[in-house]
């Protein structure tokens, strides 16, 4: 059993900055690529950042520059560094990890979602 728990969301006036962080934890073998999507109200699910298990990142445009996503592999952590806040990043951010976990018949790779953390830019 794998489960991905995040924290680190809130209220943040625009310009401002938050980090969010979200922990693997149970039966984990290994995690490939790591990411953060967002969901604002009305719209669809957005990937915002990933970075792989080398440590290759990639953006959304709309975040670059302003964003950065750095992993803890000994920790199973992944986060996120959002900095010069928008009104338009305000959404529900969600952490996907691509997790392998030893099965009886081998080892089952399969991606696996948080919660879910509000992220709120208004002044």
């Known amino acids: 059993q794998v489960q991905l728990v995040e924290s680190g969301g809130g209220l943040v006036q625009p310009g401002g900055s938050l980090r969010l962080s979200c922990a693997a934890s149970g039966s984990i073998f290994s995690i490939n690529a790591m990411g953060w999507y967002r969901q604002a109200p009305g719209k669809q699910r957005e990937l915002v950042a990933n970075?792989?298990?080398?440590?290759?990142?990639n953006y959304a445009d709309s975040v670059k520059g302003r964003f950065a996503i750095s992993r803890d592999n000994a920790k199973y952590t992944v986060y996120l560094q959002m900095n010069s806040l928008k009104p338009e990043d305000t959404a529900v951010y969600y952490c996907n990890n691509r997790i392998s976990t030893k099965q009886k018949g081998g080892i089952l790779i399969r991606d696996y979602w948080g919660q879910g953390t509000q992220v709120t830019v208004s002044s």
């Open positions: 970075i792989t298990s080398g440590g290759s990142t």
